[in-house]
């Protein structure tokens, strides 16, 4: 019922910037919390930044700083902007998004969901 739809990610030298965005689509009332964990080879998938709908923001400690997170209600999409960009920001980069939608049922009917993933290298 839901989809998240990545893009933004590439190859980028250090010190550079990207930026990533992240739009939902389908069957959706209210989007609690949209953010961006990432992963690289071999490590934990770590909180890179999150948002909520009182525009209220974390980020990860590496991050601090460096990226920002935004987003568009209207569009249902969330931005990472990344800029300063080192080595270590190598990862795929996965949005995610806790949805209420039309129609949900039970105790809890928020669901997380998951984009695909896109790959950010940082390289010389």
């Known amino acids: 019922q839901v989809q998240l739809v990545e893009s933004g990610g590439g190859l980028v030298q250090p010190g550079g910037s990207l930026r990533l965005a992240c739009a939902a689509s389908?069957?959706?009332?209210?989007?609690?919390?949209m953010g961006w964990y990432r992963q690289a080879p071999g490590k934990e998938r770590e909180l890179v930044a999150a948002?909520?709908?009182?525009?209220?923001?974390n980020y990860g400690d590496s991050v601090k700083g460096r990226f920002t997170i935004s987003r568009d209600n209207a569009k249902f999409t969330a931005y990472l902007q990344m800029n300063s960009l080192k080595p270590e920001d190598t990862a795929v980069y996965y949005c995610?998004?806790?949805?209420?939608?039309?129609?949900?049922?039970?105790?809890?009917?928020?669901?997380?969901?998951w984009g695909q993933g896109t790959q950010v290298s940082v390289s010389s």
């Open positions: 995610t998004a806790e949805i209420l939608s039309y129609g949900a049922v039970g105790d809890y009917p928020v669901v997380a969901y």
């Open positions: 389908g069957n959706i009332l209210s989007i609690m919390v």
């Open positions: 948002i909520d709908s009182d525009d209220k923001i």
